[in-house]
Structure formats: structure tokens, C-alpha cells
């Protein structure tokens, strides 16, 4: 059964009372069933769908372009830049999803399309988050962890600010941080804590040993991988670099010596 698009703006409505609390699962989709005609799966499909677009969850129930297009314009227009981040990186796992079951190319084209857009709508840092997990994605399923310290130890300050990976384009930077996290094994690197996402992937963040506004640059030996908690600790609390080298730092914050490797192995 073909939807009409004159349905999407209802049906966003309705997913929107449902996620929040104002109405049932099951009393929205009848909602919609007595108001379009739609399929009691078709409009469950919709409400299940703002959800995961919501909290950044992959979901393998399509949406038409057009559907998801508007929703994704309604979450950036009526939600803040975090929640936009959240839809954008559910629709990426959807795409990706549609991708390993050989799917339209056409259709997950059009896909790509809407990601990119709504993407370049976020702020720097939520873009670079994005591309690292992109990177971290193909990265795990294509490179041995032997590419990965190959591709790391070749890196030179002078290559080209652009990588192509899959037929797409990242930052040269958001791939550096993004074969480091891997090769960290996404622990800090400190007190080598992980976080797990709801999607079932890690969180954790790269910091600058020479922050950026000094020249640092993204070469594995300016970048540590630590928690926020670290993260935040390195960038603004009392921290003395005691000696460095290509191989090891040996940073006092607050107080706590820490000796951190950045060997490559």
C-alpha cells in the first residue's frame, strides 16, 4: 500500500503525543488508522520510527524520503541540536542497515542525500562526532588492527585534509581520532574506563596534549584518548606536563602523576 505524503505531517504529530506521553502506542496507531486508512503496521511503523529517531537508535522499518525528510525538519526546527545529532546518527544506522542487505541503490542514495544534509546542519562538533563514528564503522569492519597502526604511523602533517573511504568523504582529522579510539580500545587511557551507548558502541573523547589554539595538531603523538571526566580534567584543571616524548607523557593533574604511553603497537 503506496502512503500518501498528505499523511506524514499527522502522523509526525501523533508520533510526537505518543513519545511524550500524551496518548498510547496502540491508541495512536488507530488514530491514524481511522484517519488515513493507513495499515495498523504502517502507522506503528511511524510512531516506533520518531523513537528511534529520538534517541539515536538504528531501526530497520523504512520510511519513504519524504517521510523522513519532514520528520528530520520538524526534530531540527522543534528540538535542540543534540536531538537533530540523535535522528541524524539513527538514520545513518538505517542507511547502513539497508546497505548490508543490498538494497535500492537508488532509494538509500536519496537516503545518503537527507543525512548529509541534515548532518551540515549541526554544530562542528557534533559533525566531527558523526564522521568518527562513520570512520570507526568502516574502520572495524575492513582494517586488521596491524592496518590500523600502519595507517596511523604513516600519517605526515602535509597529507591531504580529505580521506575517501567507501566512496564518501571525511576530514582528515576525524579519521585520525577515529583509527586512535580503536587502536585505544575506546578506554581512557587514564583510568581506562568505557562508556557504552545505547546503540551498543563506545563513547569516549580525543584530547590535545598542544591544544589547537596553540598549533597542536591531530598527529597520534598530540592526542590522548580519555574519558570526559579526564578529558575535562587535562583541558581546565592544574596540569603540568613533567616530560614527553614521541613515546610517553608523564602529565601531573592536579597533583596525580600519570604516565600515559602513545606508542603505536
Known sequence: MKIPNSCVPD???VATHVYHGQTSLTDGAQLLVNRHGLNVNSARDYINNFRYLMEGRGFTRTLNAFS????LEQISTNYPAATLRNA?????????????????PVTLKTMWSIYARFAARLPPRFQNELE???????????????????ALRSLRPTDSQLVTLQLRQYKRDNHTVALLKILRNHACQICQTTIRKQNGQFYIEAAHITPKRLQGCEMPDNLLILCPNHHKEFDFGDTVILSRDPHELVVSLNGITHTISLRLE
Do not use: G, N, P
Open 11 to 13: 502522523a509526525y504529530l
Open 88 to 104: 541524524v546518527r539513527a538514520l545513518r544506522e538505517h542507511i547502513l542497515y539497508y546497505q548490508s542487505v543490498q538494497r535500492t
Open 68 to 71: 523522513m525528510e519532514y520528520f
Open 132 to 150: 568518527q563514528e562513520d570512520v570507526e564503522s568502516i574502520a572495524v569492519q575492513t582494517l586488521s588492527r596491524a592496518d590500523i597502526i600502519h
